[in-house]
Each structure stands twice: as structure tokens, then as C-alpha cells.
């Protein structure tokens, strides 16, 4: 059987509060011939179409807000009662952006406009100079630029910045999901307003048998490359993906994806479940959003996916030589192997496997450029061969899990690319694929109802969409 990937599009009410889900056929055959680089999608079944699950929607102006947690949708399945009238937000008091400058000119001023150039801005010029540039006259140009710094700083426009310009006005982006345009108002000078662009969501599913590796898995299923990285970046403190994931294994993901309509471009993507199926067990994440302390991913008992450390800091490397007794590769001599190295392609990207300080970093005899990490009393973790240290890990500096250190090399006493990798534990170097490692923080107790809803909503999603955990135990069925 192929592995799937299906996408909804469901148009919602712009309200926060209902979400009324409604899919049409109509709209979801429009929305989806407006991506690009979309997998062949597949019509659902009716299983979702009210379930009233929050991140798939239509809207013409979502953009800017910040969406509401997917659990509050869920207190809000589909009632026919009339809701007080919200007031409205500026995104309801905000033009579209349209397809074309003159589109905008025309709806906005009645004029007609010809010709529309794109001009880069380049370095050292302002916004004046490339009006000049587009044949502007000095008058126009000061009143336009006069109208337009009310919209945007003068000061904040980086250079190779794009203008669409033609003679009744111009456009330009500065943030995401917003246009900025100045247009000749035939009345009373220039004008400078801004409009929202149109954006839509997908909640896709994505889900299939490992043969080889994850990487290869993920790309048959078109899963985008923010979502795959993020997913091993969670499992990664669960898995090793290089040692423990075994043909047959299976993973599964929910993801959410935003389009910009008018450009086609994927604006975001955002993974909201991470599934992987290990040899008979099931290993399940959620993306929960904790108010101020920010996302994090936790299972359905609401305990942190992370571990203090990663156990292989380092994506799509081979395990080349593990922990132990072994005839080392250059004296000849057997010798206590006292890490794992990780063969990869030098420059490959090596991050920190937890939270720290930089203890050392430069170059250390036969490990050659070499960086050890501090992540509490107990734990160290150290990094060897690299062929370049990153910019700003010195000693002394802070840095997050998950953060580049460096980058593969061959430095030191070695035969090829790879990386060496130690955790010490009470400065003792241990066997990184066995340690056992504490596990990170709870959610907190006053926020677990609100994240088992959450639970409730992505487990519903997730078993509409056929997923492997409840349909069969017997994957070699899948596997076809
Ligand atoms: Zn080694």
C-alpha cells in the first residue's frame, strides 16, 4: 500500500470562539490547486468534516493574530445559537492584498495603472533614491514617501528589499503576512495603507512504513523538511534513529501548514503530533503551548519528550564505532573506546545535546577541535573532530538544546569525517546509547485538562485518518 498524505481544507468562522468546521468539496479542490509542490491529496472520509478540530481552516484574513490554542476549539462543536457580535478585529477592518498592484490602485483610487517593475533596494539607497530610480517625480516622491513612513519605518528597510512600483503607486512587504502600499489618491495626494495577505491552513496527515530510514520514509510521504526535522529533533531524545529503528517500524505526524494564496509560498509549517511505532511500542507527542513558557512536547500523561540530553546530536549520520573495548584505527593497539562516533559528511551540522555552558571549545591534542558542554552538576557531554567550531561557542557561553556547535570534520587524531561523541556523567565517560537519562519536566498540574482535550482532538484526527497504532498490528500488511 502507498503511504498517504491527506490534506483538509475546512472553511471556519472568523471568530476565535466558534469555529463552525464545514468542508466542501468546493473549497478544498480550490485550496488545494492553490499549492504548489502538494503531494496528491486524498478526499477524506466524512469522519472529519465535525469533528471540529481547530488548524484546519479558510480564511481570507487570519493571518496576524495569533492563533488560539487548539483546544479551545475544542469547547466549541458546531451550535446553531447567535453569538453576541464580536467587535471587529483589524483584521476585519483591513483591505486583502490582491493579486496585482494595479489591482489594489484600481479598487482603492479608481485609477488605472500600466506596468508594474520590481526594484531591489540597494545598499546605501533609500526609498527615495529607487523612486527616483523608477522615474518618479521629486514632487511625488516626497509626498509618497511622507504618506508611506507613516505605515513603516524609514530606517527598518533592509537592503535587496522588493518594490513593486508603477506610476500610481507601490507595494512592498516588510512582514510577513502584510503588504504595505502606497497609492496616488487623485483626491487628496498619496495615501499609504496596509492590507493582509490571503492565507490558508491544511492539517495534513502523514503517516508510513521505515524501510531504510526515516529520511527516505518522510520524503516518500512529502512530509516538508521543518516538520521532519522537528519530529526527529523530539523523538531524537527518545530514539536513535541510526541504532533502534528497525524495517517495519512506522511513523505518523500531523502537521499544519499555512499558504500564502497570492504567492503560493509555504509560509509556515508547524507540527502538531509526532507517532513512531519502535518494534511493538508506541511512542506518541503532542505539541502543547504553555502560555509563557512556550511550546514543548509532551505524551499523553503530559511528561516532557525531552531528556536532559540527546543521545545522538547529530541528523542522518551513521553509528561507525561504539562504546568500548576495540583495535584502534590508527596506533593499531586495542583500546577502551570511551564514546560513539557518528560518521557523516564533513560540515554536517553537530548541535548540543542539552542545555549548558561551553566548558571548553579549540583544539585538544589528538580530538583535534574539540567542544565539552557543562548541562548540570552530573552531566558534560563532548564533541570531537570538527572540522569548524560555530561562531559564538566560547567558553563560558550559554547555549540552548538543540543549537549548532559545529560542524563534522576530521581533525585531531582521525581517519575520515566523523563525529565523536561523549557524555560524562560525574566527569566519567559512560556509553551514550545506553546511559539512562532523567527525563524532562510535567505539564503542570493546572493546565493538564486543557491539554488532554488537546490529546483528545489530534487521537480523533489521527484515528479518522487510519492511523497504524489502531488499525493492525500486523505492518507487513502496510508494507506493500
Ligand atoms: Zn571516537
Known sequence: ????????????????????????????????????????PSLPSGANSDSGLEPIYYSRLPMPLPRPDIALAYAAIPIKVTLPKPRPSIEEVLPTSTATLGQMIAQQTGLESTGEHVYKLKSGEGIGKLLRRAGYSEKDIASSV????????????????????????????????????????????????????????????AHGVIKNS??????????????????????????????????????????????DLLSGEEISTRLHYAGLRLSGDQLGFYRFNRDKKGAGWFDKDGNSAARTLIRTPIAGARLSSSFGMRRHPISGFNAMHRGVDFSAPTGTPIIAAGSGTIKKAGWLGSYGRYVQIKHNGTYSTAYAHMSRIAVGIVPGARV?????????????????PHLHYEILVNNRRVNPLTVSLPTGEKIDPSMLDIFRKKVVLIDNEVMANGALRYVTNDLTLLDE
Request: hydrophobic share 45%; net charge neutral.
Open 1 to 40: 500500500m502507498e503511504k498517504t498524505v491527506s490534506c483538509i481544507a475546512v472553511e471556519t468562522a472568523r471568530s476565535t470562539i466558534l469555529r463552525i468546521g464545514l468542508m466542501t468539496a468546493v473549497t478544498f479542490v480550490t485550496a488545494m490547486a492553490q499549492i504548489s509542490n502538494a503531494a496528491t
Open 146 to 205: 511622507m504618506a508611506m513612513a507613516a505605515k513603516a519605518s524609514l530606517r527598518s528597510l533592509p537592503v535587496g528589499l522588493k518594490f513593486t512600483v508603477s506610476e500610481n503607486g507601490f507595494v512592498f512587504s516588510n512582514r510577513v503576512g502584510r503588504d504595505i502600499y502606497t497609492l496616488r489618491d487623485p483626491d487628496a495626494g498619496w495615501l499609504a495603507l496596509t492590507a493582509i495577505r490571503p492565507v490558508e491552513s491544511y492539517l495534513t496527515f
Open 214 to 259: 526515516i529520511y527516505k520514509a518522510a520524503a516518500v510521504s512529502a512530509v516538508p523538511d521543518n516538520a521532519l526535522l522537528e519530529y526527529i529533533r523530539i523523538m531524537g531524545f527518545s530514539v536513535d534513529f541510526q541504532r533502534e529503528v528497525q524495517p517495519g517500524d512506522a511513523f505518523e505526524m500531523l502537521y499544519e501548514r499555512k499558504i
Open 400 to 416: 540552548q538544546q538543540g543549537q549548532v556547535i559545529g560542524y563534522v570534520g576530521s581533525s585531531g587524531q582521525s581517519t575520515g
